[in-house]
């Protein structure tokens, strides 16, 4: 059962443009909601996370929205570049000691064309 | 350097055959987690351990064993690998506590004929 949806799974958007990624949760104890950036050949690395307390949260030119009633959450990247060129996953867990397992999502294959 | 280091980068092997892909930390971190990378699936986990001696089970445990004597090692074995496990395998470190990141190696790709 896929307990965290990520869509869409790839996305081609032109340099400058806003990429948007979403990703729906359906565990309600889910508090803690990383988004990991990786490119090829690379393991995943954290990009950026928010806590259920706020509804966004910026890092440079990425931002995550967060709406919990309708348990969704979205990247945004502002201004993309080339460079941002990679696979993105939304992953979900409880911020509490033993649970310290990640849901991801499917990933989303993004391209920045120049 | 500190770091998470996997090997072999990348592995042919026969149905039938056991393979151990190996993972090493230099961090200290008590968890490590195995997941496997399949187009479609995203990342799911296989086995997870919060210290040496530890260890549980993911979302897809079948067809694989795990041990952790050392806390810095974590290594994976397919005791008789299945075509459907041909796959990219990473491992991860990190902290206690669920908002902890997690560090990722740069995986072992595993082909099996």
């Known amino acids: 059962q896929q307990q965290v949806k990520q869509s869409p799974q790839s996305l081609i958007v032109q340099k400058g443009g806003i990429p948007i990624i979403n990703c729906a949760y359906e565990?309600?104890?889910?508090?803690?909601f990383p988004w990991y950036q990786q490119f090829p050949g690379k393991g995943p690395a954290l990009l950026i996370a928010?806590?259920?307390?706020?509804s966004e949260k910026k890092e440079g030119r990425f931002t995550i929205s967060f709406n919990k009633s309708a348990k969704q959450f979205s990247l945004h990247i502002m201004d993309s570049q080339p460079g941002d060129s990679a696979t993105y996953f939304c992953?979900?867990?409880?911020?509490?000691?033993?649970?310290?397992?990640?849901?991801f999502g499917t990933g989303t294959r993004l391209t920045i064309i120049p | 350097d500190a770091g998470i280091t996997q090997s072999p980068r990348y592995k042919i092997t026969e149905t039938g055959r056991q393979v151990t892909l190996m993972c090493h930390q230099t961090?200290?971190?008590?968890?490590m987690f195995w997941y496997r990378q399949d187009l479609g699936h995203g990342l799911r986990l296989i086995y997870y351990?919060?210290?040496?001696?530890?260890?549980d089970k993911g979302e897809v445990p079948d067809g694989y064993v795990v041990s952790r004597s050392k806390t810095e090692n974590f290594p994976l074995t397919l005791e008789s690998a299945t075509r459907s496990q041909t796959s990219v395998y990473f491992c991860?470190?990190?902290?206690?506590?669920?908002?902890?990141?997690?560090?990722f190696g740069d995986g072992t790709r595993l082909s099996i004929l």
């Open positions: 991860a470190s990190s902290d206690p506590g669920g908002n902890q990141p997690q560090h």
């Open positions: 565990n309600t104890a889910f508090d803690y």
């Open positions: 928010i806590r259920p307390d706020v």
């Open positions: 992953a979900a867990s409880t911020s509490n000691f033993g649970n310290e397992k990640l849901t």
């Open positions: 961090w200290s971190h008590s968890y």
């Open positions: 351990s919060a210290a040496a001696d530890i260890t």
